[in-house]
């Protein structure tokens, strides 16, 4: 009988104890897992004073004025004081589930969804040399970990040039408090990777995560292997390894096959070459933008229902010569779809949606800031998720 997939636990990390909670029941962490023990060494966790906020006298990044007016577009949020729009958006994980974690201080700490192995942990690696890399089962566990300072930066996927958007993470962008500092992008290199002796004709099914598969459908269409989608790429291939399983695959990098000691079965399987995931760069405050090198801004907004508002509100933006390098729409509600009302006379009935737009300009340019100041005018709310440098390696 075939194995199932089963949820894989990792013993908890250590435990440390935060300065505004009781040293006492402190709960273990369950859904951050270790690549290593910790050391047992406890230090001290200072609290941050975040730069952005108003001017109190100490220090002078308040003072800033860039930083002022950051901190002006990113207000108002109307999600965060609408209980029924929260019921809608994933909820965050309660206190109960996380404690704080034993860190050496020596180098960065990042968040990113998988196992050891995960493309999302080679993403980290290339946006944080040296950093120390912290995988996290799921992706909310991910920006929990940023927001309850378990970690400092987060590390997460957010499209493919091949499968499209991460929605997922789209909505935990609004759910979450934490703001985008960068982005990189990563190669996507597929391989089919197997137990020793295992042939590509054996193999009857082959398990990855859902847009890894989605990624090399023309391959396993030809092959004619069962889909399987679990968590991520790199567990597919750990729960292949540790089953010692010989009628299935895993769709995986070859990272992942060095480590968990699988033989690659065919490399490049994915329907493009030229397959890239862009990742972003998540951390509890914005850093200030700058002029000196190229800026990429990501905005969310929502408008009022009528024909033409989508067309004004992003003719904002071409009016002052400002690119845009993507819009993506997303529900605001649970049923944000076009459906007959009978309270209409029967005609369509178009539900508010949000729009997420990046754009090539940064928030210290001030043609920026005047097209978000003319968007905000016809906006029925508007959030900067961030002003960070563009990734242009690849470009």
Known sequence: MAATTPRILNPPLHTRTHPKSSPRHQNPITNIKALSPQSAKHRRVLPVVASLQPNNGNGSQGQNQNAVELRRLLEDFPYESNSK???????????????????????LRV?????????????????????????????????????????????????????GSIHRN????????????GEVKLPIRHCLLANHGAKIEDLKRVLSHSQALAQCENTLTKLGMVREAVDDTAGAAKFVAFHKLKDAGAVAS??????YGLDILAQDIQDDSDNVTRFLMLAREPIIPGTDRPFKTSIVFSLEEGPGMLFK????????????TKIE?????????RALDESNNGFPKYFPYL???????????QNAQNALGHLKEMATFLRVLGSYPADISMA
Request: charged share 20%.
């Open 355 to 365: 729009f997420y737009v990046d754009f090539e300009a940064s928030m210290a340019d």
């Open 170 to 181: 789209y909505d935990l962008l609004l759910r979450y408090s934490l703001h985008i500092v």
């Open 313 to 324: 509100a992003l003719a904002v933006f071409a009016m002052r010569e400002i690119n845009l």
């Open 254 to 259: 070859s990272d992942a096959a060095r480590i």
């Open 85 to 107: 729009d929260l019921n809608t958006l994933p909820r965050p994980l309660t206190s109960a589930h996380l404690s704080n974690v034993v860190s050496n201080g020596s180098r």
């Open 111 to 163: 968040a990113y969804q998988g196992v050891h192995g995960a493309y999302s942990e080679s993403a980290a690696e290339k946006a944080y040399p040296n950093c120390e890399a912290v995988p996290c089962d799921q992706f909310e566990t991910a920006f929990n970990a940023v927001e309850r300072w378990l970690v400092d930066r987060a590390v997460l996927p957010i499209e493919n040039s091949l499968g």
């Open 329 to 337: 729409s997303r529900p605001l509600q649970k049923q944000a779809l």
